[in-house]
Structure formats: C-alpha cells, structure tokens
C-alpha cells in the first residue's frame, strides 16, 4: 500500500490516520507541535477523538520531523482553518503546510486539503503557490485534491467511516483517485463533486446554514422572552408539524459554525456581494454571550440578590458537550460581560484539558463545587456529568439557576433560552 502523510493530528487528522491505518495504509503523522507528537507516541490522545486501543493497534509513524514525508507520495492537509481578530480567514496554518508538503512534492503525487477554505481558496491560492515553490506544471507533475473534513467532535457516533465523503478533484482522473481512496475507510458511500469550488462551497454552507438557523431561534427567544413564553414550549409545538425545522437556541462557538460564515463572507465581499443574512447571523450569535449575562443579573435581582457580593457559577468551558477543547468558546464572553457586576465568578468543567485551557486563558478551573454556595448558577455546557448533579440542594430563594442547553427539567430551574 502507498505512503500517505497526514498534515495536522487534531480532532480531523488522528482519526484520518487511524482510519486509514486499519486499511494498511503505511501513515506518517506529522505535527509541528512536538508534545502533541510526544503524546500520540506515549499512546495518549487529550482530544478524545479515538478510541485509546486503535492508537495502540495501528502502526503510525508520528513525528515533528516534516523530513519523515520524503517517503510520501499522497499528502493530505488536515490543519486549522480560523478567523483573525478581525474576523478574516486567517490560513498561515494551511500555506505552512502547503509549503511543507512541497518540500517533499515528487512528480505525480497527489495532495488532497481537508481544511475548511473559502470557495476557489484551492483554485486561486494553493495550486499557484505549489506551482511556484516547485516549478511542476498542475494536472502534469502533480494533482490536487479537495475532500472537506465533516468530524464532529465529542460524537462516538459519527466518524470517519460512517461520514459520507465529498470529493473533488484537479481533473476526472484525480477525482476518481481521491474517491478510490476514500472509499477504502469509508463505509457508507463517496459523493463526487464536479468540481473543487463545488466541495469548497459545500463545507462552508453546512456550518453557514446551521448558524444561521441558530440565529433566528436566538432571536426568536429573545423575543418570546420578552413576552414571557417558554421557547422550548413553542418549539415543543411548532415541532409536531412534519417539515419543522428543529434547531434550538445557545452559544456557537468552536472551530465551524462560528468562523465559516466569514470564510464565505470574505470571498462575497472579494466578488462583490455584501453578504446581509450571513452576517446579520452572526451578529446575533455574538450577541448571546450579553443577552445570557443580562438575564442572569435581571433575574438575581429580582430575587432581590445582591449581585456585587454574589457568588456565580458557570458549568462547563468547552465549545460543545462531552468535548475537552475549549477553544474559541463562547463561555468566556459570558464571564467577561458578568465581571462588569463585581461579582464573583466560578467555573468548573470536568471534562476540559485544563492544562490547555489554563494556558489559553490564564484562568483557575474549579476542581470541586458545592452547589448551595452559589447565587447564580449557568448551566452552559450539557456535559455528561452534569446530568447527575443535585441542583434541587440550592436554596431556590436565594440563587438563580440557567439552563443554556434545556438540559434540566423545567421545574428545576428558573432560567433558559
């Protein structure tokens, strides 16, 4: 079996490996973070993206030495894909490995990019790039591929197998390698795009479309809340109707929902196009964070709480359930908005890398909590362990607990979206 270096071992790139490990592929993993290599090579994953027993069976080469890809002869790129603090694509990850790959690019290789990229990102910047740094002709020397990573992080459910996979390539020849490749690890089938824009545009509007929906029943709880309806209550209704929509209202942050949307804004605004519903979406969905604090404050006060000595406490960091990244998490935003109250505020998540988020953050995770010291409660992740937890111990005259995830029954609580 052929050579294939994977580019990037995060949440997309580990099970990419061992997938495709399984299938006796020979895999080199290459990271430039040396202690995620180090980790991977003592048999441990902090993303929880594998079950420990696959990264102990498969034999991968994993390293921080990009000199091990020499023996390569299909790479594919599975690195993040952000926005800067201006909220522009921010691709230095991807040109990074781009330019590593060709380091080690032989005549007709083939590189496939799984990262997430605005439509015609492969067309107009990578494949002039790999032209210039080599000096091969594409769809002569070498071909490109462009297959879009659909992982979903803290979901045992859904992997790489059982994901079905898009894939698009520089010619029709390089389009049924790509799909020939993948339909080795992929079990319920390949969907051919005719084109790489094509793919481009897929991934971006599968995020772009879910937080947009996310937006309006934001907005819709904003509203109903001001008019005192439930809103779960009237999703609870609308639901029975049979093409319903179900989505429901929280925070978005994380690596997709909460970034593509400026990806396809980017290049909207290169050809032209203002692109209103998306970013009016996306001011919604920034906004949260604010609408969670206020309701908090408003109703600790009237309660009649007094909210500068008043101790808070927030459940769960992560960007999503059973998940330990927290970063670009929205709960951070919440904690800033509350500390303009000079109140007191803790957070305890069991499930997060602490080392990881303590250094992003340079914050102090609580270890223990006792429910019945804290005036404030926000549920704001649905963890696991949080279902356990004995919330009818609080003193419900004297704290305000808020289910950001209608997660808790309703007569537990005093607050939710």
Same mark, same amino acid.
């Given at each position: 079996?052929?050579?294939?270096?994977?580019?990037?071992?995060?949440?997309?790139?580990?099970?990419?490996?061992?997938?495709?490990?399984?299938?006796?592929?020979?895999?080199?993993?290459?990271?430039?973070?040396?202690?995620?290599?180090? %980790?991977?090579?003592?048999?441990?994953?902090?993303? /929880?993206? =594998?079950?420990?027993?696959?990264?102990?069976?498969?034999?991968?080469?994993?390293?921080?030495?990009?000199?091990?890809?020499?023996?390569?002869?299909?790479?594919?790129?599975?690195?993040?894909?952000?926005?800067?603090?201006?909220?522009?694509?921010?691709?230095?990850?991807?040109?990074?490995?781009?330019?590593?790959?060709?380091?080690?690019?032989?005549?007709?290789?083939?590189?496939?990019?799984?990262? +997430?990229?605005?439509?015609?990102?492969?067309?107009? %910047?990578? !494949?002039?790039?790999? #032209? @210039?740094?080599?000096?091969? @002709?594409?769809?002569?020397?070498?071909?490109?591929?462009?297959?879009?990573?659909?992982?979903?992080?803290?979901?045992?459910?859904?992997?790489?197998?059982?994901?079905?996979?898009?894939?698009?390539?520089?010619?029709?020849?390089?389009?049924?390698? *790509?799909?020939?490749?993948?339909?080795?690890?992929?079990?319920?089938?390949?969907?051919?795009?005719?084109?790489?824009?094509?793919?481009?545009?897929? @991934?971006?509007? #599968?995020?772009?479309?879910?937080?947009?929906? =996310?937006?309006?029943?934001? %907005?819709?709880?904003?509203?109903?809340?001001?008019?005192?309806?439930?809103?779960?209550?009237?999703? #609870?209704?609308?639901?029975?109707?049979?093409?319903?929509?179900?989505? +429901?209202?929280?925070?978005?942050?994380?690596?997709?929902?909460?970034?593509?949307?400026?990806?396809?804004?980017?290049?909207?605004?290169?050809?032209?196009?203002?692109?209103?519903?998306?970013?009016?979406?996306?001011?919604?969905? $920034?906004?949260?964070?604010?609408?969670?604090?206020?309701?908090? !404050?408003?109703?600790?006060?009237?309660?009649?709480?007094? =909210?500068?000595?008043?101790?808070?406490?927030?459940?769960?960091? +992560?960007?999503?359930?059973?998940?330990?990244?927290?970063?670009? +998490?929205?709960?951070?935003?919440?904690?800033? $908005?509350?500390?303009?109250?000079?109140?007191?505020?803790?957070?305890?998540?069991? *499930?997060?890398?602490?080392?990881?988020? #303590?250094?992003?953050?340079?914050? %102090?995770?609580?270890?223990?909590?006792?429910?019945?010291?804290?005036?404030? =409660?926000?549920?704001?992740?649905?963890?696991?362990?949080?279902? *356990?937890?004995?919330?009818?111990?609080?003193? @419900?005259?004297?704290?305000?607990?808020?289910?950001?995830?209608?997660?808790?029954?309703?007569? /537990?609580?005093? /607050?939710?979206?």
């Amino acid at each position: 079996m052929e050579n294939i270096g994977i580019i990037g071992l995060g949440y997309v790139g580990l099970p990419l490996a061992i997938a495709f490990a399984k299938k006796n592929f020979n895999i080199i993993g290459f990271d430039i973070n040396k202690a995620r290599i180090n %980790e991977l090579n003592n048999n441990i994953d902090s993303s /929880l993206s =594998i079950k420990l027993d696959d990264l102990k069976k498969q034999l991968i080469k994993f390293s921080f030495n990009d000199s091990e890809l020499d023996c390569c002869s299909t790479f594919i790129i599975t690195v993040p894909t952000p926005i800067n603090s201006s909220k522009q694509p921010d691709t230095k990850a991807l040109f990074s490995a781009l330019k590593t790959t060709c380091k080690y690019l032989k005549k007709n290789d083939l590189i496939i990019i799984e990262s +997430t990229v605005y439509p015609g990102f492969t067309d107009e %910047e990578a !494949i002039p790039l790999i #032209e @210039k740094l080599t000096n091969f @002709k594409i769809n002569v020397d070498f071909f490109v591929g462009y297959s879009p990573e659909r992982m979903n992080p803290g979901d045992p459910k859904r992997g790489v197998e059982n994901i079905i996979k898009v894939c698009s390539g520089s010619n029709l020849d390089t389009l049924k390698k *790509v799909s020939k490749l993948y339909s080795q690890i992929v079990t319920v089938g390949i969907h051919s795009a005719p084109t790489i824009k094509v793919a481009e545009a897929a @991934k971006i509007i #599968e995020n772009t479309q879910r937080d947009i929906n =996310i937006a309006f029943i934001n %907005e819709l709880s904003m509203i109903f809340n001001k008019m005192n309806i439930d809103t779960y209550d009237v999703l #609870e209704a609308a639901g029975t109707k049979w093409n319903f929509q179900k989505f +429901t209202p929280g925070l978005v942050g994380g690596h997709c929902i909460g970034v593509d949307p400026y990806y396809l804004a980017h290049q909207a605004r290169k050809k032209g196009h203002i692109p209103d519903i998306l970013l009016a979406g996306r001011r919604i969905n $920034e906004s949260m964070s604010s609408v969670v604090a206020y309701n908090l !404050i408003k109703a600790m006060a009237k309660k009649g709480l007094n =909210i500068t000595k008043s101790k808070i406490l927030i459940l769960g960091i +992560t960007f999503k359930e059973n998940c330990p990244d927290p970063r670009n +998490t929205k709960v951070l935003d919440i904690v800033s $908005e509350l500390k303009n109250f000079n109140c007191s505020i803790d957070i305890y998540d069991p *499930v997060v890398d602490k080392n990881k988020c #303590e250094t992003l953050y340079d914050i %102090e995770l609580k270890e223990t909590i006792n429910i019945k010291d804290y005036n404030g =409660i926000i549920l704001a992740v649905s963890h696991n362990q949080f279902k *356990v937890i004995d919330f009818s111990s609080r003193d @419900k005259n004297m704290s305000v607990l808020y289910d950001l995830k209608g997660l808790l029954p309703k007569d /537990l609580i005093d /607050l939710r979206l």
